[in-house]
């Protein structure tokens, strides 16, 4: 009996160790970026997080384990190609409203937890009270925070060039060029601090500013959802945006457990709109069939999007209808068998006839 016990162990052990070793593995892609602009009640909803919200984020992260780790510090290991811990979570905030400052800022410091604010430097240099100081920046920063760029005056980077032309926009390019070196000559100037990265206002960007932003040294980050995987442009990373609108529980924890795609090819990966654009767009899924058969994909305000199979290995996606807002999303999720965990990607599009509403 002894005997026989040991002989159903063995393997048994043997299985739970291979499933164990490949779960860490697939919750080693799963670093998660949060994305804020104000933490605050008096503040348009779209764009807000209540406090006690934020607070029950927080305290969802630290009592959960999650691993929250500076920016940098995921990027340098994103760079290298080496694993993230698991289930490892930045917490970034967009434009460095006062509310920052505020109301997220005692929370985290009581916590020890580090984060993010991309600033755009115009309203800092004209003091408005709708945004943070220099000052209470460079307090931020003594306490784990990372101040890095998000432009001067937060334009829309992308509406100056016509997408019918090639790269070599040179006043495009000098526009560009100038909006980013501004901020970023003033956080040196500033705090002494010269990390590039970079958020894109708006969440908007395309090839051409994918490629000058490499060209210019900066990791960029967007504003569309998804877990982000080792193998990713390092020029339009991920980020969760966590409103009050997208910030829910339960929603809110699964999206902080969700893991990347792996071995899922999505074309584009992110696409822009203009009169000589089809709309809808199509998107093309890359896999073999068993991954292809578990993904779904929604569309912004229009919920569940048609999938055919062009052949085995093969999936489009192809809403009906044409899009008319200025900004939308593809997002597609597929729950993994191995974790239970949604693997998540965001396709964001911007559609250049439509302004801002």
């Known amino acids: 009996m002894a005997r026989l016990t040991s002989l159903i162990q063995k393997p048994l052990i043997k299985i739970l160790t291979l499933a164990l070793l490949q779960s860490h593995t697939l919750l080693s892609q799963a670093v998660v970026a949060l994305q804020y602009h104000h933490i605050d009640t008096g503040t348009p909803f779209s764009t807000s997080t209540n406090p006690t919200l934020f607070k029950q984020h927080i305290e969802y992260l630290v009592s959960n384990g999650f691993n929250v780790l500076s920016l940098p510090e995921i990027v340098d290991t994103l760079k290298s190609k080496k694993a993230n811990k698991d289930r490892t979570v930045a917490i970034t905030f967009d434009d460095g409203f006062i509310s920052v400052y505020t109301n997220a800022f005692p929370i985290l410091k009581a916590h020890g937890l580090p984060f993010t604010v991309f600033v755009n430097t115009d309203p800092i240099q004209a003091k408005r009270p709708t945004h943070v100081s220099w000052e209470q920046l460079e307090e931020m920063k003594k306490h784990g925070a990372t101040v890095a760029n998000h432009t001067h005056k937060h334009s829309h980077l992308i509406n100056s060039r016509s997408h019918s032309t090639n790269s070599n926009d ?18 040196k100037a500033k705090l002494n601090q010269d990390i590039r990265l970079f958020a894109y206002p708006y969440g908007e960007f395309d090839q051409y500013s994918n490629q000058l932003l490499a060209d210019m040294g900066y990791i960029g980050f967007g504003q569309h959802s998804g877990a982000i995987g080792s193998d990713m442009n390092m020029q339009s990373l991920p980020r969760y945006p966590a409103s009050n609108q997208y910030g829910k529980f ?108």
């Open 170 to 187: 040179r006043k495009w390019q000098d526009e560009f060029i100038s909006e980013v070196n501004t901020a970023q000559n003033l956080l």
């Open 250 to 357: 339960p929603l809110i924890a699964t999206k902080l457990n969700s893991i990347a795609f792996e071995k899922t090819e999505f074309k584009p990966s992110y696409g822009v709109i203009d009169n000589a654009s089809e709309n809808p767009p199509k998107l093309y899924i890359f896999g073999d069939k068993s991954s292809l058969s578990s993904i779904n994909c929604f569309g912004s305000s229009v919920g569940a999007l048609p999938k055919t199979y062009l052949d085995s290995k093969t999936l489009l996606v192809e809403p009906k209808h044409s899009f008319t807002t200025r900004r939308f999303r593809y997002n597609c999720t597929a729950k993994s068998p191995d974790t239970g965990h949604f693997r998540w990607v965001s396709i964001p599009w911007v559609n250049l006839t439509e302004s801002e509403k």
